[in-house]
């Protein structure tokens, strides 16, 4: 059974980077698409970029470009995203989430970790 | 990459039918057959409940039914049940490898 686990909760003051975790378990890592989907409180689902770790490439959402960082680590199974210059609306639950389908994918999301909740604030 | 255009809101009694629309463009829902749907209960993770407009996947109960004309997909639960109160969201590719998801709408069961 596929399992992704996030890292835990954090605490950001504005201005700073935030780079979060996703250890995937289960599965065949390399081969599929790891996305970062966050969710502000109250408010609706937002994709914010992909990779495929077999291919190291990501993609990124035009909103988030140039702020945000994914990466894979194909020797731990583990995705990273990063946020750079944060501010309070970035305060939101981040998700990873893997594609239904390996390889270039179909864009849907089967595996879900369990969110880690970032509190941006002074 | 516009966010998807849902209702805030839809509803029904238990045992009737409900439609929910999700309205894109030509860039994304009405080019690719990559349509999503997802359920997300309060303080849960979603969950993938149609895939590539109308598939479902293993568990998902086919109350469940989506389709696609043009700009605008949508997710119809048939025989509504309690448990099926909760938000949904649609999401389409979006070329280049980028997702765009909707809204949202909170579906009340009465």
């Known amino acids: 059974q596929v399992q992704l686990v996030q890292s835990g909760a954090e605490v950001k003051k504005p201005g700073s980077s935030m780079k979060v975790s996703c250890k995937a378990s289960?599965?065949?890592?390399?081969?599929?698409?790891i996305s970062w989907v966050r969710q502000a409180p109250g408010q609706g689902l937002e994709w914010m970029g992909r990779i495929i770790p077999m291919l190291g490439i990501p993609n990124y959402a035009q909103k988030f470009q140039g702020r945000v960082t994914i990466s894979a680590d194909k020797s731990t199974s583990t995705a990273y995203m990063e946020l750079s210059s944060l501010r309070s609306e970035d305060t939101a639950v981040y998700f990873c989430?893997?594609?239904?389908?390996?390889?270039?994918?179909?864009?849907?999301?089967?595996?879900w970790g369990q969110g880690t909740l970032v509190f941006v604030s002074s | 990459q516009s966010a998807l255009t849902q209702p805030p809101s839809a509803s029904g009694s238990p045992g009737q039918s409900v439609t929910i629309s999700c309205t894109g463009t030509?860039?994304?829902?009405?080019?690719?057959?990559?349509v999503s749907w997802y359920q997300q209960h309060p303080g849960k993770a979603p969950k993938l409940m149609i895939y590539?407009?109308?598939k479902r996947p293993s568990g998902v109960p086919d109350r469940f039914s989506g389709s696609k004309s043009g700009n605008t997909a949508s997710l119809t639960v048939s025989g509504l049940q309690a448990e099926d109160e909760a938000d949904y969201y649609c999401?389409?590719?979006?070329?280049?490898?980028?997702?765009?998801f909707g809204g949202g709408t909170k579906l009340t069961v009465l």
């Open positions: 030509s860039s994304d829902v009405g080019t690719y057959n990559f």
């Open positions: 999401s389409s590719y979006a070329g280049s490898n980028t997702v765009v």
């Open positions: 989430a893997r594609d239904r389908r390996d390889g270039p994918g179909d864009y849907s999301f089967d595996y």
């Open positions: 590539e407009v109308s």
């Open positions: 289960g599965g065949t890592f390399t081969t599929y698409a």
